[in-house]
């Protein structure tokens, strides 16, 4: 199911991630209204043009106005936010969200809808170092990818419309997965290198550091500037995962070690190899999914 | 002493950082000739008109011939090249390199340098993740570090030129340190960056990762592409600072996983903050040091 222009969209929270939706959805003509804490981002996505109408407060109307909700909060908001609110979702209506976790918040927000309304989850992988509507940009879809996370209670029509939200958005590709294969993988390629970036800038204090760096290093530390209150979070929600992807990389990092404390040239220049083989797959240019 | 275009320069080995010298350095108006081992790369970089000439043995006229020779080999091959070569240098002649590890080579070079020639370090922090004088592009020294590694044996006159080779080839910022303190530095923000990428492209095999990913795992293994026999021999070379480094991160990284574990929130995002904080000294632009 293609998601036509037709539809009436209501965003919950404009962060960085909600504005760049409302962004990206009121250029291609949906009618968009949002529901924030601060009416100055109200004001601000009012201003350019990015919703026809923003309140500070859940609205019971508003919320059965809308079509297909977006609820752009973190994790343990989206779920108080449903439990006080799901109750005035039209039937027939489309719920998603953006969170970067998803099999603890999936069930969950599944068993709070009501009869008729279908909660279909989404990872729109997509950020920046720095939060709030007045960040926003629809450009950080592109060259990006969106994951459609279903469960068995999601129906052909709730996925197809999500991953129609995901093309018309602008990422570059629009996969599947379970919530469950998301998670594991989300550890590794999101959560894991969060941690690492974090745990390489806090691991040498030399105040004049910035003299003497590539760009390596510039490159693996540009997310340790860190939303410290949103990734607290996701990590704690998934930490079983997270933590055995610490393992297993900390068990490699830790194999580089024996080799040069070894001698060990053959068997390191092997592992080399292998990670640059491995690296030349993400070179190739992303084909559109579209 | 500023380092005049009258002055002749000799680089050994046209490779990625051979040839981007050749480039930027013809472009100013030196003289430029080369010694390196492949026909191939002689004929490119006089079809391209960033050498004057070129040969693939050593030429005792052509050594003696240099106001100034830069050395753009691997470690071994640099100390094997003096070995055979330095005794043609002219008295009054400078010799520099372009090695990624200061200790082990500043000292042994230093010592093959006949009467009245001075061998000053230094480390271009620039590079490719693709080798070749096919590659080389003076845009590499754009934004970039240059770091000179002097010891007592040098003299105000070969630091300062070798200073001003490093601002005549467009590099950000010049700087100095001890070779000893270089390496440690390095072992850091450099080898200790690729060992990272290298573990984190191994530690996973599922072979349809390229779906999954967002910017930040892109970023955290750009370099996970890497030429393995300069980087082992680099590796090797400085493995006692480069092993304290590993250490000390993976201490870091433990210590996340510890605060997981426990559902240390307060500690874990405090280490986020610092962080944080750390990394925005990075994000405030360079100043030019000329």
Not at 71 to 92: C, D, R, T, V
Not at 234 to 257: M, W
Not at 258 to 285: I, Q, V
Request: glycine share 6%; net charge negative.
């Amino acid at each position: 199911m293609e998601l036509s222009t037709n539809k009436k969209i209501l965003i919950v929270g404009l962060g960085l991630l909600g504005g760049s939706y409302a962004q990206a959805l009121s250029r291609q003509g949906f009618s968009v209204r949002a529901i924030t804490r601060r009416q100055d981002s109200v004001d601000f996505a009012l201003e350019k043009g990015w919703i026809e109408a923003g309140k500070t407060e859940p609205d019971p109307e508003w919320i059965g106005w809308a079509d297909l909700t977006v609820l752009a909060l973190y994790p343990h908001i989206l779920l108080e936010w449903l439990q006080a609110n799901a109750k005035y979702f039209s039937p027939g209506a489309f719920v998603t969200d953006v969170t970067g976790v998803k099999s603890a918040i999936v069930d969950r927000a599944q068993e709070l809808m009501p009869e008729g309304v279908e909660f279909i989850a989404a990872h729109p992988m997509a950020g920046r170092e720095v939060c709030g509507v007045e960040n926003s940009t629809a450009e950080i879809f592109r060259g990006a990818n969106y994951i459609v996370t279903p469960t068995e209670k999601n129906t052909p029509k709730g996925i197809a419309l999500c991953r129609s939200l995901g093309e018309r958005l602008g990422f570059a590709r629009v996969s599947e997965l379970s919530p469950e294969k998301h998670d594991r993988i989300i550890a590794y390629v999101s959560q894991l290198t969060h941690c690492i970036a974090v745990s390489l800038m806090t691991c040498n204090m030399d105040p004049r550091l910035q003299d003497y760096t590539g760009d390596s290093f510039r490159d693996l530390t540009r997310i340790a500037r860190i939303n410290e209150e949103m990734w607290s979070e996701l990590f704690q929600i998934n930490k079983e995962a997270l933590i055995s992807q610490i393992d297993a990389f900390a068990g490699e990092l830790h194999r580089i070690r024996t080799y040069l404390s070894d001698g060990n040239e053959e068997k390191l220049k092997e592992m080399m190899r292998l990670s640059t083989e491995r690296r030349a797959l993400f070179d190739k240019p992303l084909q559109k999914s579209e």
